[in-house]
Each structure stands twice: as structure tokens, then as C-alpha cells.
């Protein structure tokens, strides 16, 4: 069961309330400790998982002796430069200066076993906490780290209404759940009749972002970046990138009857730390386009199109 009085360890050992959106991660019972818990980041052979929820499918793993675990930085991100969702984590960390308190590492291979003990899905970005606590998923992950640090600038990267706040969240998940699995139809291999299904639905959700967002406001929430606008952009990189070079879209049509969507595009590349993850992206997928083991350049090259 999961309990609602959950609580960490202070470094002192006292226990402290957890940040209000962690406490659906906290297993049960809230007196053991994490590293308690995860003793198998120390290196012990005889660990065997208690009161967690993952217990029987981690039980028989090997300790993951070559995974970073540093209790002098705040804690390790598991991501890559080319992921999106991995960008999001990126970009909140170099808006609240941290990027200098976190280290940022490939994973050892997305489905291995090594790595599934630290994200149950096998899927980047993950974040390792030095007490042991694992935090996957981009979203959950960035939420944290503005509510951890919120008196340090967290706060400017939310909504400052609850309704822009509520838009904000839908534009986020409308991304994350329904969107970003047509984004396969980018770089991988389908028959055209899915391919083309999936750029429909990728127009069918730019024309619902487009519907959302506020006529009298350049961003999702006012006139600086917050969360959902970093939880977007780095996709539309991927967009501008990818659709015109590989698969005849026109250079703007991502935002071809638009309107409010290419000002938000505009108003987000005036955005410094935006320039640089937008930089990052495209490096990487340069990469994937080139000759002769990239990616892209290898689909396309099976599509008789390179």
C-alpha cells in the first residue's frame, strides 16, 4: 500500500516531508530508508529488495557495479544529447544552474538488465538520487527539480496561474501521450500507409496545440519560457530538422496555417538556453544523417532515397 505520511531521511537522519509530487514514488513502509533499500548501489552481492514495489522483477539482477553512484553531486542523469525528452531535464537544469551539480551519462545500454534496475521501462532520461532514489521519466524528473529548488528559481519555470498552469499541463501530456509516438514515422522503419498515419497525427496534434494556446501570449504562459514550453520545443527541433530534409515537407509547413504556433516557435528560439539545446539536437541528428552508419542516412538509403 502506499502511504500518504511518507517522509526522507535528512542527512542528519531526521525525517522531513518529501516534495508533494514524489509521494506516489515512495513505497511503503515510510521508516526504511532508500539506501537501505537499494544497498546494491554499495556494491552487496547479498542484497535482497523489501517493501518495494518492483521486489520480485528486480529481485534476481545483477548489482549494477558500473553505474554511477557520487553522494557529492545532487545526483546522475541517465540520458543522451539527441532526446527530446532527455533536452527537457537539460534545459531546466541550465535555466536553474545545475547542470554542474548533476552528472549527465549514457546509458549502458537502454535494455539491459544492468539498466533496467535504475528505469523499470529501460527508457532515458532516469535520474539516480546519491540516497539511492531513482526518478524516471522527463516529466516526473523536471517537476522535481523545480519543486526541489523553487525558492532558487523553480518558480519562474511554472505557470503563474492555475489556469495557465492547467493548459499547460494538457499541452504536456497531449504531447507526451498522443504525440510523440508518431514521431517514430521520423526515423523508422513502416510501410508508407503507417508513415503516412503517423504524420497525420502529427498534424492533428499541432492543430490542438495550435487551439490552446493564448492569442495575447507569445509562450504557453506569459513572456518567458516555463515548463511546458520546454517540454515542447525539443520535438518541434526534431520537426524542423527531420520533416523538410528526409520526407518533402516545406520548410515551414510544420506551421503552415498556424499562426499562434509559429509565434510561439519564434518567441522560443530568442530563447538563449533554447539556442544551445537546439544546437545539441541537431548535432546529434547530423550524426544520424550522415554517411555511412547514421540512422536516418541508413533508412533513407534502404528507401532509395539518400
Not at 525525517?15 to 539506501?35: E, G, K, N
Request: charged letters at 25%.
Amino acid at each position: 500500500k502506499i502511504k500518504k505520511n511518507i517522509h526522507f531521511p535528512s542527512q542528519n537522519g531526521d525525517a522531513v516531508p518529501p516534495p508533494s509530487c514524489m509521494a506516489f514514488l515512495i513505497p511503503s513502509p515510510p521508516s526504511r530508508r532508500w539506501h537501505e533499500r537499494l544497498d546494491f548501489f554499495h556494491g552487496r552481492k547479498n542484497w535482497q529488495p523489501k517493501h518495494c514495489n518492483f521486489s520480485q522483477q528486480f529481485a534476481n539482477r545483477a548489482p549494477p557495479s558500473n553505474l554511477v553512484f557520487n553522494s557529492k553531486v545532487e545526483g546522475t542523469i541517465f540520458t543522451t544529447p539527441t532526446s527530446n525528452f532527455g533536452s527537457r531535464v537539460r534545459h531546466v537544469l541550465l535555466a536553474l544552474a545545475l547542470e554542474d551539480k548533476f552528472i549527465q551519462k549514457r546509458p549502458p545500454g537502454f535494455k539491459t538488465p544492468e539498466f533496467k534496475v535504475i528505469s523499470p521501462f529501460g527508457k532515458i532520461p532516469a535520474l539516480l538520487l546519491p540516497d539511492g532514489l531513482v526518478i524516471p521519466e522527463s516529466d516526473v524528473i523536471c517537476r522535481y527539480l523545480i519543486e526541489r529548488h523553487w525558492s532558487q528559481g523553480g518558480s519562474d519555470l511554472w505557470p503563474s496561474s492555475a489556469e495557465t498552469a492547467a493548459v499547460g499541463n494538457f499541452l504536456i501530456r497531449t504531447h507526451d501521450i498522443y504525440m510523440h509516438p508518431n514521431q517514430k514515422a521520423l526515423y523508422g522503419t513502416m510501410d508508407e500507409a503507417e508513415r503516412q498515419k503517423c504524420f497525420d497525427g502529427i498534424r492533428a496534434n499541432l492543430d490542438i496545440i495550435e487551439a490552446y494556446l493564448d492569442p495575447d501570449s507569445p509562450l504557453v504562459a506569459g513572456d518567458s519560457l516555463t515548463l511546458p514550453d520546454i517540454s515542447l520545443y525539443p520535438t518541434f527541433v526534431y520537426y524542423q530538422y527531420i520533416l523538410p530534409r528526409c520526407w518533402g515537407w516545406a520548410a515551414e509547413e510544420v506551421f503552415e496555417g498556424r499562426p499562434k504556433l509559429q509565434r510561439w516557435w519564434r518567441r522560443v528560439l530568442e530563447d538563449p538556453i533554447a539556442q544551445r539545446i537546439k544546437a545539441d539536437i541537431e548535432s546529434g541528428l547530423e550524426r544520424w544523417a550522415s554517411p555511412p552508419d547514421g540512422r536516418i542516412y541508413k533508412l533513407m538509403a534502404s528507401l532509395g532515397r539518400a
